[in-house]
């Protein structure tokens, strides 16, 4: 069976090839030319006589050669714009700056899982500017533009853990923007998938206390740190029971960082907006459930 990895592969091979060919033909042949025509030899240059049917030849065969890289490259774009029907369907937001994985059941995750074999399609939203899908391992690469429908499909066909990265330069923390695919058997996948507890290897976020864990898989950190340095966002260490000065509806008060209040924060950022700080935290009502919140709120307690 064709896979994503084949078919870009296959048509880069294909023209690398070709173009090696014609790079040591044209080489040869100037070379050639350039000895056997040259001053010494040829003191009055040589008269050629025209002749229709070299010249039909080179006009057709390079023609030729040139269309048989396109109809390699457009076989192979077209396999990887239609994702066969039965593939398995997961949502990924892409936004600044992390990936977030959600299947068909609700389940999220922070790293792509997928069963080994199995035909899978991405569905891509990005929550703010353009991000690029792009899993070099697999060869495939996809833009996540704001309101537009994307997706990028493709089959495992080895077991492993493999790169996902952001292909468009997407702000601060564009570099940071990294998540893992990770290959495993069916059986382990499904498991996983209906909320087995299962630590794959190679997985991004393993062996973090469940709200510090949350705050790096849905990509709090890449804004807020831990420690008290401010970043693209507020520090969050310190931050329980602290004053805070806000703006709201474009009056300024201070208000106490209660669980009321980082509740607010999280699912409606722009109604506080923390003075010296731009408003540009993304809503994350998709991305963090009120469980999750919650788990958040009682590590921020403890984070002193
Ligand atoms: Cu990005």
Same mark, same amino acid.
């Given at each position: 069976?064709?896979?994503?990895?084949?078919?870009?592969?296959?048509?880069?091979?294909?023209?690398?090839?070709?173009?090696?060919?014609?790079?040591?033909?044209?080489?040869?042949?100037?070379?050639?030319?350039?000895?056997?025509?040259?001053? &010494?030899?040829?003191?009055?240059?040589?008269?050629?006589?025209?002749?229709?049917?070299?010249?039909?030849?080179?006009?057709?065969?390079?023609?030729?050669?040139?269309?048989?890289?396109?109809?390699?490259?457009?076989?192979?774009?077209?396999?990887?714009?239609?994702?066969?029907?039965?593939?398995?369907?997961?949502? %990924?937001?892409?936004?600044?700056?992390?990936?977030?994985?959600?299947?068909?059941?609700?389940?999220?995750?922070?790293?792509?899982?997928?069963?080994?074999?199995?035909? %899978?399609?991405?569905?891509?939203?990005?929550?703010?500017?353009?991000?690029?899908?792009?899993?070099?391992?697999?060869?495939?690469?996809?833009?996540? %533009?704001?309101?537009?429908?994307?997706?990028?499909?493709?089959?495992?066909?080895?077991?492993? &853990?493999?790169?996902?990265?952001?292909?468009?330069?997407?702000?601060?923390?564009?570099?940071?923007?990294?998540?893992?695919?990770?290959?495993?058997?069916?059986?382990?996948?499904?498991?996983?998938?209906?909320?087995?507890?299962?630590?794959?290897?190679?997985?991004?976020?393993?062996?973090?206390?469940?709200?510090?864990?949350?705050?790096?898989?849905?990509?709090?950190?890449?804004?807020?740190?831990?420690?008290?340095?401010?970043?693209?966002?507020?520090?969050?260490?310190?931050?329980?029971?602290?004053?805070?000065?806000?703006?709201?509806?474009?009056?300024?008060?201070?208000?106490?960082?209660? &669980?009321?209040?980082?509740?607010?924060?999280?699912?409606?950022?722009?109604?506080?907006?923390?003075?010296?700080?731009?408003?540009?935290?993304?809503?994350?009502?998709?991305?963090?459930?009120?469980?999750?919140?919650?788990?958040?709120?009682?590590?921020?307690?403890?984070?002193?």
């Amino acid at each position: 069976m064709a896979t994503s990895t084949g078919v870009v592969d296959g048509a880069l091979i294909y023209i690398l090839a070709m173009s090696v060919l014609l790079l040591f033909l044209i080489v040869f042949f100037m070379i050639y030319f350039a000895v056997r025509y040259r001053a &010494s030899r040829n003191p009055v240059p040589s008269e050629l006589p025209e002749s229709p049917l070299i010249e039909a030849i080179w006009v057709i065969v390079p023609t030729l050669l040139v269309t048989t890289m396109f109809i390699y490259g457009l076989t192979g774009f077209r396999f990887l714009r239609s994702a066969p029907a039965n593939s398995l369907v997961v949502k %990924v937001y892409a936004r600044q700056w992390s990936w977030l994985f959600e299947y068909d059941n609700g389940k999220k995750s922070a790293d792509l899982i997928v069963p080994l074999g199995k035909n %899978v399609r991405c569905e891509l939203i990005s929550a703010d500017v353009i991000h690029g899908f792009y899993v070099p391992a697999f060869r495939i690469q996809q833009d996540a %533009v704001p309101g537009l429908a994307t997706y990028a499909w493709f089959n495992a066909t080895t077991m492993g &853990s493999y790169y996902i990265l952001c292909s468009q330069y997407c702000g601060r923390r564009h570099s940071a923007m990294i998540a893992k695919l990770i290959v495993v058997p069916p059986d382990q996948f499904e498991a996983w998938r209906q909320g087995k507890k299962i630590e794959f290897t190679g997985a991004s976020y393993a062996n973090m206390p469940a709200g510090e864990r949350l705050l790096y898989e849905r990509g709090c950190v890449s804004c807020h740190s831990l420690e008290d340095n401010k970043m693209m966002g507020p520090p969050f260490k310190g931050l329980f029971g602290s004053q805070v000065v806000v703006t709201t509806a474009g009056v300024q008060r201070t208000v106490v960082a209660d &669980s009321a209040y980082i509740h607010k924060s999280i699912v409606d950022p722009g109604a506080d907006i923390v003075s010296g700080f731009p408003n540009t935290m993304p809503p994350s009502k998709d991305v963090v459930s009120e469980d999750e919140i919650g788990r958040i709120i009682s590590y921020l307690k403890g984070l002193k």
